[in-house]
């Protein structure tokens, strides 16, 4: 009887930093959840229920080396980009942006070029870039 309550109990503490994992910023759910799931598995290491938590446990760990760090700074940085960016709604001022970025080199401008291709793909446009006449 104890065993099942201290079972129930460590589930719902997992599932409770769970939700306070969603909480916090994105890039600290993956390591959160990953800690979570791993202890919650070890102490539950005899029942199999642990195993299935140990596993997802440590795959989060892994996963969260690989999560790229992204600054406030840098956040506030991009979404001023996109924002200056949007301005350049119709295909023809794309199109002429576009020219003005193929003088420089794809390292100074992938961020450019990443920023304004996903914007393409949001508002549906189909078209191939710098075809079409303005």
């Known amino acids: 009887m104890l065993h099942r309550w201290l079972r129930s109990g460590a589930l719902l503490s997992a599932l409770g930093l769970i939700r306070l994992a969603r909480a916090i910023r994105t890039r600290w759910w993956a390591p959160l959840t990953g800690v979570v799931l791993t202890v919650t598995g070890v102490m539950?290491?005899?029942v199999?229920?642990?195993t299935?938590?140990?596993i997802p446990g440590f795959l989060f760990l892994l996963s969260a080396a690989f999560l790229p760090a992204?600054?406030?700074a840098d956040r506030?940085?991009?979404s001023r980009l996109e924002r200056e960016l949007a301005a350049y709604s119709t295909s023809c001022q794309r199109r002429d942006l576009e020219a003005i970025l193929d003088r420089y080199s794809d390292g100074v401008t992938d961020e450019?070029?990443?920023i304004l291709a996903r914007q393409a793909m949001s508002a549906g446009?189909?078209?191939i870039p710098g075809g079409g006449h303005c």
Request: proline share 10%; aromatic share 0%; no cysteine.
């Open 44 to 46: 539950l290491r005899g």
């Open 48 to 50: 199999p229920t642990g």
């Open 52 to 54: 299935m938590l140990l």
């Open 70 to 72: 992204a600054p406030e």
């Open 76 to 78: 506030v940085r991009r």
């Open 112 to 114: 450019l070029r990443d």
């Open 125 to 127: 446009d189909k078209g």
